[in-house]
């Protein structure tokens, strides 16, 4: 079975431009989550959708990002604009549904703002 | 206080030794914990979940937990290089929440 996909794999932009990144989870999983990974801060959530409905997006940074989840199989995270400081490892993980399910993650996006 | 926190490390153990990795939480309405190995540059992979006291083995892996002590453990028997990692802890209460991992170093 396909795991959850993330796309791209790596991304190098400059700063002030906008940056998308996609996500599709496992099928049959109603639940999708946005991590950002650090070396400073570890892995944070940034926001987690149910039945692709947004539950908590108070993990993220600021205005400048938003994600959006139109359908069961497809979510994005944008970026706009970019800055230095979120270069990063950015993760979507899906799980059956919240509270106590499983989270299984993607391979990851690495984001390079130069 | 961290939401999650973990033995700093690094830990290394030759191989064959058993690798002991701790974590303690701080909200007792947690009910769901989980073990997460992330080798360099890939993603965490989930390798053990534990949601009742006592625990939990799955092959060469144990889970320990303690509610009581708001307490957390991953123990590896005959520990093999190819399980150096990063080991991180993660509970559930809302949502996810990760504890800052424990680089584990397994010697040849």
């Known amino acids: 079975d396909a795991g959850v996909i993330q796309s791209p794999r790596h991304e190098v932009t400059e700063m002030g431009q906008e940056v998308t990144l996609r996500c599709k989870p496992i099928s049959g999983h109603n639940s999708l989550f946005w991590y950002r990974q650090t070396m400073m801060r570890g892995l944070e959530l940034l926001i987690y959708f149910n039945n692709n409905v947004p539950i908590d997006d108070s993990g993220m940074p600021e205005d400048r990002f938003s994600a959006k989840m139109p359908n069961a199989s497809f979510s994005t995270l944008k970026i706009q604009p970019s800055e230095p400081r979120d270069s990063a490892v950015y993760f979507c993980?899906?799980?059956?549904?919240?509270?106590?399910?499983?989270?299984?993650f993607g391979p990851g996006t690495r984001l390079t703002v130069t | 206080q961290k939401e999650v926190e973990q033995n700093s490390g690094p830990l290394s153990v030759p191989e064959g030794a058993i690798a002991s990795l701790n974590c303690t939480y701080s909200?007792?309405?947690?009910?769901?914990f989980f073990w997460y190995r992330q080798y360099s540059g890939k993603s965490p992979e989930l390798i053990m979940s534990?949601?009742?006291?006592g625990d939990k083995e799955d092959g060469r892996f144990t889970a320990q937990l303690n509610k009581a002590s708001q307490y957390v453990s991953l123990l590896i028997r005959d520990s093999q290089p190819s399980d150096s990692a990063t080991y991180l802890c993660a509970v559930n209460l809302w949502d996810m929440r990760f504890g800052a991992g424990t680089r584990l170093t397994v010697k040849p």
């Open positions: 993980a899906s799980s059956l549904g919240t509270g106590d399910h499983e989270q299984y």
């Open positions: 909200d007792r309405g947690s009910q769901s």
């Open positions: 534990i949601y009742s006291n």
